[in-house]
């Protein structure tokens, strides 16, 4: 069975901060999914990447693949208030299986 | 593009009776959509994976004869919690792989479950 481990789990910051969220694995992952989510809706897909070593760029949000596609990170540059959400990482295992491991997400709450 | 609509939003129902959601992704084909199960302030957990024209692969646990899926075409999958308990309120949300796509998931609303 396959584990993402998410860290942290809460993180509470003042508005203009920088964070990062972390998700580790001992697996090998084909791909890496990050998603945000808000109270009472479903998980927006933020980006996707594939190659170890990647590094992928969303506005203040700086996602990065680990070379060995087995972690990844996201970090978030002068953190706002419209940040808040749930956090989700997902990897892939390729395959003809698609589904997703999550790891069990990070709650951030940037406060103004 | 890659929008997943879920109906109902909210459904209030009453002990033992059975309740209906459905899950359509809008814009693009999904051979292969997912329902999950969250409870508050957790991630996700996988009930299951629901292929067009089969039958649903169920994660272990998860009462198959309870948790209905039936995935009738590329554009729709129905989740149907049977007698219900309280036990089983909850968020439910499903998701769509687009067929012409890689691993992504793209999920719908959630739909909120009370069971009284």
């Known amino acids: 069975t396959q584990l993402l481990e998410q860290s942290p789990q809460f993180l509470s910051i003042q508005e203009g901060e920088n964070l990062t969220v972390y998700c580790n694995s001992s697996s090998v992952f084909s791909s890496l999914q990050w998603y945000r989510q808000e109270p009472g809706e479903g998980p927006v897909l933020l980006v996707t990447v594939v190659t170890g070593g990647e590094v992928k760029k969303l506005k203040r949000l700086t996602f990065q693949f680990g070379d060995a596609r087995k972690d990844s990170s996201l970090h978030i540059t002068a953190a706002q208030p419209g940040d808040t959400g749930l956090y989700l990482c997902a990897g892939a295992s390729g395959g003809s299986n698609y589904k997703l491991t999550f790891g069990k997400g990070t709650l951030l709450t940037v406060n103004p | ?116």
């Not at chain 2, 075409?73 to 308990?85: D, E, F, G, I, R």
Request: hydrophobic share 30%.
């Open chain 2, 1 to 116: 593009g890659a929008v997943v609509s879920q109906h109902p939003s909210r459904v209030i129902c009453k002990s033992g009776t059975s309740v209906k959601i459905e899950c359509r992704s809008l814009d693009f084909q999904a051979t292969t959509m997912f329902w999950y199960r969250q409870f508050p302030k957790q991630s996700l957990m996988l009930m299951a994976t629901s292929n067009e024209g089969s039958k649903a692969t169920y994660e272990q646990g998860v009462e198959k004869d309870k948790f209905l899926i039936n995935h009738a075409s590329l554009t729709l999958s129905t989740l149907t919690v049977t007698s219900a308990h309280p036990e089983d309120s909850s968020f439910y949300i499903c998701s769509a792989r687009n067929s012409a796509g890689y691993y992504e998931q793209y999920f719908g609303p959630g739909t909120r479950l009370t069971v009284t």
